[in-house]
């Protein structure tokens, strides 16, 4: 093996020894150029052995430990990384893309810092389409795309179907925030664009996200509140003023935080008690901010329906809307967990 293979694969592991196998042999049947590092974080569980083994068969495969956390998972794996790109994956998703797909786009879109590639979230397609497709974009046209992947961050802010210059990590000492619990992808991948030079879009799928495996952004979690709360006023801070995108990226997780939280089934509280929570949330400075910019015309757009009605302090109306997307969020759940239990 090359000392510096050409892609790094960094995979942060939390006891995950049902589902690290596939996702690593997903790369390995698929790539020569490589490197896999596991970042084992706190695991009570096999990850560990079930990882060990395979690192008998393939050399490429590499083992760290880290304390508890993704971020310090991904941390410690960027240091031990030496290939050209460095790209994220998650122990319970897979690789599709070959190597023999996958060169071609690097060479082409050798100058640029960031490749954001296309995706399947389960049995579903996130075909990119902008309008300026595998091209390297500088300046104001860089500038264009941030705003774009702003708009639908639960599409285009999270840090996997990506590949990142590691040269540019590396040089700008850019790192994943370790004091915050969630949108921390969203949060690196700001002050990654903020610092490189170019970025590119892809059409080309090259990462599935597996649905067939629980996910703790679907499960109730009251903490969760706080943790997206301190994520949004930390990113705030980083984010240009002139990017008018932010305002979609904050609504959308005003979405999260009522639809997952506040109005989901497994929520416990009483109307008043959920009431009190919300106002609670949206007298957050960053949310309130987003909020005050929601207008009549925005009643188009369901995903601000229940931001232009919570502006007008129509609490309970705004509530029905995210519990009918909770409802429809657990029928998914109950159909996808069917599934499972059949295959």
Not at 115 to 132: A, D, E, L, R, W
């Amino acid at each position: 093996m090359k000392d510096n293979p050409k892609y790094s694969f960094i995979i942060p592991a939390y006891n995950a020894e049902t589902t690290i196998t596939r996702a690593v042999n997903s790369i390995a049947s698929k790539m020569n150029d490589y490197e896999i590092i596991v970042a084992e974080n706190g695991s009570n569980d096999e990850t560990s052995s079930v990882v060990l083994d395979m690192m008998e068969h393939n050399k490429r495969i590499h083992l760290i430990h880290t304390e508890k956390g993704v971020s310090k998972a991904r941390n410690g794996a960027i240091g031990e990384a030496t290939g050209e790109w460095l790209i994220f994956c998650d122990a319970d998703d897979e690789w599709i893309a070959d190597e023999s797909i996958l060169n071609p786009l690097t060479e082409e879109l050798q100058a640029s810092d960031l490749i954001v590639c296309s995706y399947q979230k389960g049995n579903k397609h996130t075909i990119h389409s902008y309008k300026q497709m595998n091209r390297v974009m500088h300046d104001g046209e860089k500038k264009a795309v941030f705003e774009w992947m702003l708009t639908r961050p639960t599409l285009r802010m999270t840090v996997w179907a990506k590949l990142f210059k590691r040269e540019t990590i590396v040089n700008k000492g850019i790192i994943f925030d370790e004091a915050l619990r969630l949108s921390e992808d969203a949060d690196f991948l700001i002050s990654f664009i903020k610092s490189s030079r170019s970025i590119a879009v892809s059409d080309i799928e090259i990462y599935r996200y597996c649905t067939d495996t629980p996910s703790v952004v679907r499960s109730h979690d009251k903490t969760r509140i706080d943790g997206y709360l301190t994520a949004l006023d930390a990113i705030a801070d980083r984010v240009p003023e002139e990017l008018q995108g932010f305002t979609d990226f904050v609504i959308a997780h005003l979405n999260l935080i009522c639809v997952h939280n506040i109005f989901t089934t497994g929520n416990k509280m009483n109307g008043s008690e959920r009431k009190e929570e919300l106002k609670r949330v949206l007298n957050n400075q960053t949310i309130k901010g987003a909020v005050s910019m929601m207008g009549i015309k925005d009643m188009a757009d369901l995903n601000r329906i229940p931001a232009v009605l919570f502006k007008r302090k129509m609490y309970r109306a705004g509530g029905i809307v995210c519990y009918t997307k909770a409802l429809m969020n657990k029928r998914n759940e109950a159909q996808s967990s069917k599934k499972r239990k059949q295959s």
